[in-house]
Nanobody, 110 residues
Framework: VQLQASGGGLVQAGGSLRLSCAAS????????LSWYRQAPGKQHELVAL???????NYADSVKGRFTISRDNAKNTAYLQMSSLKPEDTAVYYC?????WGKGTQVTVSS
């Protein structure tokens, strides 16, 4: 199983980014997909998740600003991030079941 996260970058506060997570897994459409992040010196934090049937859940810190979605036909999940804040700066990882992708760096400048 391979998970490839992409879409990170440098953005100013208030800006937007869309992360993608492409999975090479036959069980993608039946599994929960999660986005985590890890800021320097901090533990992994669950940012958002989406269940197989589209149920979503978000960390309080990103509610109203981030939107998670999935396209089962493409085996891809997305994290649309808006109104970004410097405290959103972190490496973002996607997770499918017990599998983790390599992270993508998001840096928000003030």
């Amino acid at each position: 199983v391979q998970l490839q996260a992409s879409g990170g970058g440098l953005v100013q506060a208030g800006g937007s980014l869309r992360l993608s997570c492409a999975a090479s897994a036959s069980f993608f459409r039946t599994s929960t997909l999660s986005w985590y992040r890890q800021a320097p010196g901090k533990q992994h934090e669950l940012v958002a998740l989406i269940g197989a049937y589209g149920t979503t859940n978000y960390a309080d810190s990103v509610k109203g600003r981030f939107t998670i979605s999935r396209d089962n036909a493409k085996n891809t999940a997305y994290l649309q991030m808006s109104s970004l804040k410097p405290e959103d700066t972190a490496v973002y990882y996607c997770r499918l079941g017990d599998f983790w992708g390599k992270g993508t760096q998001v840096t928000v400048s003030s």
